[in-house]
């Protein structure tokens, strides 16, 4: 049965009122759950440029890219809820071969949105360069062998071991949530999905400043945990429900940052940053888009699929306390519309970066 929601008018972007009623969702169930907050979960007017709906005549794909063709990598003998966990505190996703393997390929999948850059920030010959919750590692390969004379660091609560490590760039097992204290100042500070894990954005914001050499950027590079659509056809299906309950889960498990990103840029000017610039891109569910979107959809819709059951099993039985036969159960039925051309869902997506004033200390 399909479910509709009542459309009212919202401003651009959740209200922190809203926000806070929306992470403290907590119902297990569509008839205790009440509507209204799917809708106010939803950013308005986020138009993503050339975002369009393909006709059907754009069959375009990356295939000289191995990773737009080459899928991600299944241990479907063991069940979601026994895959192997870091630290279950800080991060309640799983760290084995086919997490690792999907997590590359949403390095490609970001790269490409990206226009192919790994970064937006208007420097040019950066010393020092730090990656913050570095996963797999490979944007920090890739930025070290774009930037010999620089030196990378990338850091994780496990050391990542890329088949190939450039001699400018190093790893470390750390937390990013500590202190960090490093004697060199960064020209360029990299954040790209840490908001999976619990911690104070703000708290980092402020790090980070403290980390900087004067001129040097912060950059951000986040998802907005409830996806959107061009045309309304995503609206009440299991799909959607499904993004809700993982922010509700999350919340219940610390983690309040699934949809707080629209405050990043306000919060980077507080932390002292000037020139911040917001860029908006997206990430289709699958295909359905045309032009340059239909590769990001196409490796997209893997991606997806595979973090379905890596990211929210976790939200769904630890979050919220689910059986892992329900999770399971929805996460099927969530993955079938996933394919689903005809559901012209998409993630919005923020690079968010701004400059440390040059007269800073």
Same mark, same amino acid.
């Given at each position: 049965?399909?479910?509709?929601y009542?459309?009212?008018?919202?401003?651009l972007?959740p209200?922190?009122?809203?926000?806070?009623?929306?992470?403290?969702m907590?119902?297990?169930?569509?008839?205790?759950?009440?509507?209204?907050p799917?809708?106010?979960?939803?950013?308005?007017?986020?138009?993503?440029?050339?975002?369009?709906?393909?006709?059907?005549?754009?069959k375009?794909?990356?295939a000289?890219?191995?990773f737009m063709?080459?899928?991600?990598?299944?241990?479907?003998?063991?069940?979601?809820?026994?895959?192997?966990?870091?630290?279950? +505190?800080?991060?309640?996703?799983p760290?084995?071969?086919? +997490?690792?393997?999907?997590?590359?390929?949403?390095?490609?999948?970001?790269?490409?949105?990206?226009?192919?850059?790994?970064?937006?920030?208007?420097?040019?010959?950066?010393?020092?360069?730090?990656?913050?919750?570095?996963?797999?590692?490979?944007?920090?390969?890739?930025?070290?062998?774009?930037?010999?004379?620089?030196?990378?660091?990338?850091?994780?609560?496990?050391?990542?071991?890329?088949? +190939?490590?450039?001699p400018?760039?190093?790893?470390?097992?750390?937390?990013?949530?500590?202190?960090?204290?490093?004697?060199?100042?960064?020209?360029?500070?990299?954040?790209?999905?840490?908001?999976s894990?619990?911690?104070?954005?703000?708290?980092l914001?402020?790090?980070?400043?403290?980390?900087?050499?004067?001129?040097?950027?912060?950059e951000?590079?986040?998802?907005?945990?409830?996806?959107?659509?061009?045309?309304g056809?995503?609206?009440?299906?299991?799909?959607?429900?499904?993004?809700?309950?993982?922010?509700?889960?999350?919340?219940?498990?610390?983690?309040?940052n699934?949809?707080?990103?629209?405050?990043?840029?306000?919060?980077?000017?507080?932390?002292g940053? +000037?020139?911040?610039?917001?860029?908006?891109?997206?990430?289709?569910?699958?295909?359905?888009?045309?032009g340059s979107?239909?590769a990001?959809?196409?490796?997209?819709?893997?991606?997806i699929?595979?973090?379905?059951?890596?990211?929210?099993?976790?939200?769904l039985?630890?979050?919220?306390?689910?059986s892992?036969?329900?999770?399971?159960?929805v996460?099927?039925?969530?993955?079938?519309?996933?394919r689903?051309s005809?559901?012209?869902?998409?993630f919005?997506?923020?690079?968010?970066?701004?400059?440390?004033?040059?007269?800073?200390?």
């Amino acid at each position: 049965m399909k479910h509709f929601y009542i459309h009212t008018p919202r401003p651009l972007f959740p209200s922190h009122d809203r926000l806070g009623e929306i992470q403290k969702m907590t119902c297990s169930t569509r008839s205790e759950r009440p509507e209204p907050p799917v809708q106010s979960a939803k950013l308005s007017h986020f138009n993503p440029p050339g975002l369009e709906i393909d006709d059907g005549n754009d069959k375009r794909i990356d295939a000289e890219n191995s990773f737009m063709v080459k899928p991600i990598e299944k241990e479907p003998a063991i069940r979601e809820v026994d895959r192997p966990l870091r630290d279950g +505190e800080k991060y309640y996703l799983p760290t084995d071969k086919a +997490e690792l393997s999907r997590l590359d390929h949403q390095h490609v999948v970001w790269t490409k949105a990206l226009d192919g850059d790994l970064f937006k920030a208007p420097i040019s010959e950066p010393k020092h360069v730090f990656d913050v919750g570095t996963g797999t590692g490979i944007w920090a390969v890739d930025f070290a062998k774009a930037f010999p004379d620089a030196q990378v660091l990338g850091i994780d609560l496990s050391e990542p071991r890329p088949p +190939e490590v450039p001699p400018n760039c190093k790893f470390e097992e750390r937390d990013f949530t500590g202190h960090w204290g490093y004697p060199q100042k960064f020209d360029l500070i990299h954040c790209r999905m840490i908001f999976s894990a619990p911690h104070n954005p703000q708290t980092l914001m402020q790090q980070a400043y403290s980390s900087l050499a004067p001129g040097g950027y912060l950059e951000y590079h986040e998802m907005y945990a409830m996806p959107m659509d061009v045309d309304g056809t995503l609206s009440g299906t299991i799909l959607e429900q499904l993004f809700v309950d993982g922010i509700a889960g999350a919340a219940r498990l610390g983690n309040h940052n699934m949809i707080a990103l629209p405050r990043y840029k306000r919060w980077m000017v507080d932390a002292g940053f +000037e020139d911040v610039v917001e860029i908006h891109r997206a990430l289709p569910f699958n295909g359905w888009a045309k032009g340059s979107y239909k590769a990001v959809g196409e490796v997209m819709q893997g991606n997806i699929e595979a973090g379905l059951g890596s990211v929210y099993t976790g939200l769904l039985t630890r979050g919220l306390g689910w059986s892992p036969e329900k999770a399971d159960e929805v996460i099927r039925k969530a993955r079938e519309q996933v394919r689903d051309s005809r559901i012209h869902a998409y993630f919005p997506i923020f690079v968010v970066y701004g400059r440390k004033p040059l007269n800073a200390t």
